[in-house]
């Protein structure tokens, strides 16, 4: 079974802090993705990745970086945590030349 | 740019009853589209994809090209599949290679 797995389930930070989401995955897929999921407007593309250190913007990546120094590691970054960036945060992986995504569990982040 | 549409947020409906969840899309192309589905407590999971013309957990879902919908359909509701539904769609051509997802709607299996 394919294996995503997050650095943490539940983070709380202060408004200012810069704030680090890790995520892990076993299959040597090549493509990885980071989603926020929020109520009434499901899951948003932050950032995803299609090779080690390539990288695209999704639909909203203000506010964030990425890092793919390993092909096994997608890492989200928050520069300057805000109060509007309390979120589910869900990593993905998928392989090339296959159509499913494997999620990881979430981290729930809490900016105060 | 390709959207997603799914109009309810909740819908409620009691054992044994059919149920539809709507998903509407609007791209130009020919898309991809899949239901993903998150139980509570359990993480996203695929549910099933058009391409493949499969049911699962006695699910279905039609690509209907001219509504540009594709609808997830159940004759008869059962309380396990109380979860969150996401509809999802992804271009075929060009190199994208990422997912849209539509809003969800959380479906209720009342006993």
């Known amino acids: 079974d394919v294996k995503v797995t997050q650095s943490s389930r539940y983070l709380v930070k202060r408004t200012g802090e810069k704030v680090f989401l890790e995520c892990v995955q076993d299959?040597?897929?090549?493509?990885m993705f980071w989603y926020r999921q929020d109520p009434g407007l499901g899951l948003r593309l932050i950032y995803f990745s299609y090779d080690v250190k390539m990288k695209e913007k999704g639909d909203i990546p203000e506010g964030y970086s990425v890092s793919r120094e390993k092909k096994e590691r997608f890492s989200l970054i928050l520069e300057s945590a805000s109060t509007n960036q309390t979120s589910m945060y869900l990593c993905a992986s998928r392989g090339s030349g296959t159509d499913t995504q494997y999620f990881g569990p979430g981290t729930r982040l809490t900016v105060l | 740019a390709q959207r997603v549409t799914q109009p309810e947020k909740l819908l409620s409906v009691f054992k044994g009853a059919p149920v539809e969840l709507k998903c509407n899309y609007s791209y130009s192309g020919s898309p991809e589209l899949f239901w993903y589905v998150q139980y509570s407590r359990q993480r996203l999971q695929l549910l099933l994809r058009?391409?493949s013309r499969e049911s699962i957990k006695g699910f279905t879902a039609d690509l209907n090209k001219g509504e540009t919908s594709f609808h997830l359909k159940k004759p008869f509701a059962q309380e396990e599949d109380s979860a969150m539904y996401y509809c999802a769609l992804r271009l075929i051509s060009g190199s994208a290679r990422q997912l849209t997802f539509g809003s969800g709607t959380q479906l209720t299996v009342l006993p």
């Open positions: 299959m040597d897929h090549e493509n």
């Open positions: 058009h391409i």
